[in-house]
């Protein structure tokens, strides 16, 4: 029952995104080792034709290596298969963290995808799928889009938020972020755009993936984005770029707020000074 529980965990945590997941008991005997095969739909299949590549299994085997053991040959129609010791998982808090380690191996999958999808840039032997938006979802609720094209990628970030004010803040906020990368001194940083309506790349998707409050933010990434160490980085900053900007009008928020205040104070003491009784 305790393995079970602990079991629902992770597929909750992995049932948020497009991952496809498997769990199979070995056997009756070896109640203790759970099998677990994930699968998430390539973006690129001409780039991944034999499954993960193998930067992704080393980090993948990394995860709690005295727990977490991958199957040399993975559960057919899946990626990945993991063998899980539960006889080995530790209590109470750190057993928590460590579900939560496992739960992770999506986003390290989809991260993986991702660097394929940009390194590939500008390769003449990969003409599959051009111009094709290809859905892509890290964080629950907010998918986004990457776009290939001979010479760059482009990724569109529909944008939604819960609170007009929010709205408000985000989209001055996008409208400063268009005018600092379009000046000389970001000239290197990846072209951006924001738009309140879908932009032309998008047509034909889902309504639903199109129904925003907040319009369209797109980034331009070309082949010097991607050189080297700025690979990892520009993966980072689009699958992160949902999170920066709820981060940047929380924070918005809460100065304004905190001004606020402060300019009722000062007018209450005004206003207490002026009629005080002398």
């Not at 992995?14 to 008991?25: D, E, H, P, T």
């Not at 109640?31 to 993960?52: A, K, R």
């Not at 819960?162 to 989209?171: E, F, K, M, N, Y």
């Not at 034909?204 to 980085?233: A, C, M, W, Y």
Request: some cysteine; charged content about 20%; overall charge positive.
């Amino acid at each position: 029952m305790k393995n079970q529980r602990r079991l629902i965990t992770i597929y909750m945590n992995l049932g948020l995104s497009n991952i496809i997941f498997s769990v199979a008991q070995a056997s009756v005997s070896d109640s203790q080792n759970i099998y677990l095969s994930l699968s998430t739909p390539p973006i690129l299949p001409e780039v991944l034709p034999n499954g993960l590549p193998q930067s992704t299994l080393q980090a993948v085997k990394k995860v709690h290596p005295d727990i977490v053991e991958v199957v040399e040959h993975p559960e057919e129609g899946f990626q990945l298969t993991l063998k899980l010791n539960f006889a080995k998982l530790p209590h109470r808090r750190d057993c928590i963290k460590v579900i939560s380690d496992i739960s992770s191996l999506q986003a390290v999958i989809l991260s993986s995808q991702l660097k394929e999808t940009l390194w590939s840039l500008g390769s003449r032997d990969i003409s599959h799928g051009m111009y094709k938006p290809i859905k892509l979802v890290y964080h629950p609720r907010e998918p986004f889009f990457v776009i290939r094209m001979p010479e760059k990628t482009t990724a569109i970030f529909p944008m939604r938020f819960r609170d007009d004010s929010d709205v408000i803040l985000a989209t001055a906020f996008f409208q400063e972020l268009m005018d600092v990368g379009s000046s000389s001194a970001w000239a290197k940083a990846p072209p951006c755009t924001w738009s309140p309506i879908p932009p032309p790349e998008l047509r034909g998707e889902p309504f639903q993936d199109l129904s925003t409050n907040g319009g369209f933010v797109s980034f331009d990434i070309f082949s010097r984005h991607v050189e080297g160490t700025r690979l990892d980085k520009t993966v980072w900053s689009l699958l992160n770029f949902y999170a920066y900007v709820k981060y940047h009008v929380k924070c918005t928020r809460g100065f304004i707020q905190r001004r606020m205040r402060k300019r009722l104070e000062i007018l209450a003491e005004a206003i207490n000074l002026h009629y005080k009784v002398p």
